[in-house]
């Protein structure tokens, strides 16, 4: 079928949805949901049978889904209504939620029900549990849907909260006052729903040391104490720790409220917003495997399985600055001095990563300078996984990776990836021409050709179509638990194999005559090259596009290479 999206953002559910459709065989075309006569030129252009928001915050104009099947993509149970479904769940601590694909009418979120799919809800954020679970269940949704759609046969189900399985209802829209932390009332688990129900956006509106900010995200700690709840106890690579009534939570990142008439703000690590009001305040380090065995706040985590070890890294939006980067070398060279055979790299569920830290440098004194000293550290962390002789590196990838940070995934001898994650091979939207050593590791996997038209295609592509074409090694379902369960197994069998010594000597000697033929330090000063025209030349477009990046400013029109109807990938 012609399928139309129209999004709000080609943001990871979007990306989702367009990469499963077009595995299944539909033509598809993005519109974003920049103004009406956008979303009508769109539909005039690629005459759809079908049109589906999967991420949608504006109507769709009535002559369009009066003439049109419109299906829209509701974050909540059957019933449930209103614009904040996910932070009402996590602020209630609901158990079980669900995602309902309906058809659009003049109110919203009240038109017949094509599909509903209900799901746990872990104790994560917001945006975590978005990118996870909600983005499962949706794609299970929307396929439902697509298929009766299809059928002819199927009709849909009109709202009734008489119907005992419509259990949801219309919701306002989560307000500050209803958000706010009484940090003299309220008890841990209180505080962690509340920073979880907004993590990403819009954060909890508080105040410390006389200025109002955004808190963004929330995690548990389970040793610091003070004896004033709200009080600022601790820092730790750039997140706070704040007492609580009964304990105390970490804050990774902060925003200040903009002022009447001053420039916009945007997250950054918390210490950096607060850097001249830290001063009495103690860093408190915690190394990678005492994380592991401990419940508190830290992007490395470390421990062993037998001969495997497992490196664990999260970071806030799959971001990495120059001292995150810095902290994972010197975390993995580490775990590579350790009399392990495999090592296996990579988040227990989240984001792989996106590269290069935006907003911090955005937010720095010299934009350029700091984009090459953050590029600078992703090359060296690459670098000492693509030279690590004495094991069998994994990368696993349990969610997204883009840009630069799925190059950091290709560095490793093999790629393992959940069926769900989105990759996006390129760096184009950006303006940059990349480094992390792509020019050496994308080609050697899908070949020049291929390499060449993933990096200036600038499309997600699918775990699926990313096996087929070599992007990746292997794939596995079910969710991120499932999912870590099967890498440590394979992960055991791959180290206790009788071939992981033979693997390892060809390993060594594949390095050699690659070294040989053409030094790694030769692919990463070409690409460096490049990079620093990028970052210091005038002219270039990589530091207004990151600008808009970071200050969310809209298009001005959907890319033209999502906006034509797109086959089954190849």
Request: glycine fraction near 8%; charged fraction near 25%.
């Amino acid at each position: 079928m012609r399928i139309l999206l129209i999004a709000s953002a080609f943001n990871s559910l979007t990306q989702r949805v367009h990469t499963e459709l077009r595995e299944r065989g539909h033509e598809v075309a993005v519109q974003l949901a920049l103004g009406d006569e956008q979303m009508r030129a769109a539909v005039s252009r690629t005459d759809p049978e079908l049109i589906i928001c999967p991420m949608l915050t504006k109507a769709v104009p009535e002559d369009i889904w009066s003439t049109r099947t419109v299906l829209i993509v509701h974050p909540g149970p059957k019933g449930d209504r209103g614009p904040s479904s996910l932070d009402w769940a996590i602020t209630e601590g609901a158990e079980r939620w669900g995602v309902t694909v309906l058809q659009a009418v003049a109110e919203m979120d009240a038109g017949d029900i094509w599909a509903s799919v209900e799901f746990p809800v872990p104790a994560c954020g917001k945006s975590e549990l978005y990118r996870n679970e909600v983005a499962e269940a949706a794609v299970e949704a929307v396929l439902l849907a697509v298929q009766r759609f299809q059928g002819g046969l199927f009709t849909p189900e009109p709202l009734d909260y008489d119907r005992p399985d419509v259990q949801g209802r219309l919701r306002p829209f989560l307000k500050q006052d209803v958000r706010r932390i009484d940090w003299a009332v309220d008890d841990t688990a209180t505080v962690l729903r509340k920073l979880r129900a907004a993590d990403s956006q819009p954060g909890v509106l508080d105040e410390l040391y006389g200025r109002e900010f955004f808190l963004h995200g929330g995690h548990p700690e389970d040793e610091l104490r003070g004896p004033e709840p709200g009080a600022v106890l601790a820092t730790r690579d750039g997140a706070i720790c704040r007492a609580t009534v009964d304990g105390a939570v970490w804050i990774p990142q902060l925003r200040p409220r903009r002022t009447p008439g001053g420039p916009a703000t945007f997250k950054l690590p918390a210490a950096t917003v607060l850097a001249g009001e830290l001063g009495r305040v103690r860093e408190v380090r915690v190394s990678p495997s005492s994380a592991g065995r401990r419940d508190t706040w830290s992007e490395l985590r470390y421990h062993e399985e037998g001969e495997v070890g497992f490196l664990e890294f999260a970071y806030a939006g799959g971001a990495m600055d120059t001292g995150q980067c810095r902290r994972l070398l010197a975390a993995y060279r580490e775990a590579a001095d350790r009399p392990t055979s495999v090592m296996v790299l990579g988040a227990p569920r989240d984001f792989y990563s996106n590269g290069i830290h935006l907003n911090v440098i955005e937010g720095s004194e010299f934009p350029a300078l700091e984009s090459w000293e953050n590029i600078n550290a992703m090359d060296d962390l690459v670098e000492a996984i693509l030279t690590t002789e004495d094991k069998v590196t994994v990368a696993a990838l349990a969610g997204n990776a883009a840009a630069g940070g799925l190059m950091l995934a290709l560095a490793a001898d093999e790629v393992w990836c959940r069926e769900s994650a989105v990759l996006n091979p390129h760096y184009r939207l950006m303006g940059l021409y990349g480094s992390e050593y792509w020019t050496y590791t994308l080609p050697a996997r899908v070949g020049a050709e291929r390499a060449e038209r993933l990096t200036t295609e600038a499309l997600p592509v699918g775990a699926e179509h990313a096996r087929r074409i070599g992007l990746v090694d292997r794939t596995a379902g079910g969710d991120a638990a499932e999912f870590r369960r099967w890498t440590a197994r394979e992960a055991a069998l791959l180290a206790g194999s009788p071939e992981i010594t033979g693997r390892l000597v060809d390993k060594k000697r594949r390095r050699a005559e690659h070294e040989e033929a053409k030094p790694l330090a030769e692919y990463r000063a070409e690409e460096l090259r490049r990079m620093h025209a990028n970052f210091y030349r005038a002219g270039e477009a990589y530091h207004g596009l990151r600008r808009d990046f970071v200050h969310k400013v809209c298009p001005v029109a959907t890319p033209e290479h999502l906006t034509g109807l797109l086959a089954r990938p190849e």
